[in-house]
């Protein structure tokens, strides 16, 4: 029952650096997303994929790329690292796209310095 | 811009009694809602959720409560118990649309 796994947990990186966080689920759904959640913030979407091949902004889609690379799988690439974007990322799926619930990950922690 | 708003970034209750957790929209396209619960470490598990065309749904212990005309929505946990400490994010959405938007939660302490 894995569910939907985030890789890595935890990453430090510097300014100006680049990195991948993947994501992928196992139950067959549809739609995958992108979430960000700070303090005082809530959960903010960075991008979501409602099927595969389809890709689309969220509310806060700058500084981040996304890529479906199939039905399972939805990783978020960070090109050029900046502090304002520490933050815990959560990748989410859904059956019904956002008609139905979201299952998410654990969330991955990121540290950028 | 904050589509869903949860004013009350904390709530302390004795265990055993009504634990009610509040949450406000401002886009009328929304028509489906739905809490979730988040203990630290962890992500965000659903927990509740209502349509647009009904004014309440139940589930045990865990009612929401949904005011079309007030854009407002709450969550009634009785009884409440020390389990039950989380932080509860209220979340919306609107047919046809997959960005869920979610409000900054609550942290709920239920204490003994």
């Known amino acids: 029952n894995a569910g939907v796994t985030q890789t890595p947990k935890f990453q430090v990186l510097k300014t100006g650096q680049s990195m991948t966080l993947q994501c992928a689920q196992d139950?067959?759904?549809?739609?995958m997303y992108w979430y960000r959640q700070d303090p005082g913030m809530g959960l903010r979407l960075i991008y979501y994929?409602?099927?595969?091949?389809?890709?689309d902004k969220g509310e806060v889609p700058n500084g981040y790329n996304v890529s479906r690379l199939n039905k399972r799988e939805f990783s978020l690439r960070l090109e050029s690292a900046a502090p304002s974007q520490t933050s815990v990322y959560f990748c989410?799926?859904?059956?019904?796209?956002?008609?139905?619930?979201?299952?998410f990950g654990e969330g991955s922690r990121l540290t950028v310095l | 811009d904050q589509q869903v708003k949860q004013n009350s970034p904390s709530l302390s209750v004795q265990e055993g009694r009504i634990s009610i957790l509040n949450c406000d929209y401002t886009?009328?396209?929304?028509?489906?809602f739905l809490w979730y619960k988040k203990y630290p470490a962890e992500g965000p598990t659903f927990l509740i959720s209502?349509?647009?065309?009904?004014d309440k749904n139940e589930d045990g212990r865990f009612t929401v409560f949904l005011n079309k005309s007030a854009k407002h929505l709450s969550l009634h946990i009785v009884p409440s118990q020390p389990g039950d400490s989380a932080v509860y994010f209220c979340?919306?959405?609107?047919?046809?649309?997959?960005?869920?938007?979610f409000g900054a939660g609550t942290r709920l302490t239920v204490k003994p």
């Open positions: 994929s409602a099927s595969e091949g389809t890709t």
């Open positions: 139950m067959n759904h549809n739609s």
């Open positions: 979340a919306a959405s609107a047919i046809n649309n997959n960005d869920m938007r």
């Open positions: 209502i349509s647009s065309i009904k």
């Open positions: 989410a799926s859904s059956l019904q796209g956002a008609a139905g619930e979201l299952f």
């Open positions: 886009n009328s396209m929304f028509d489906y």
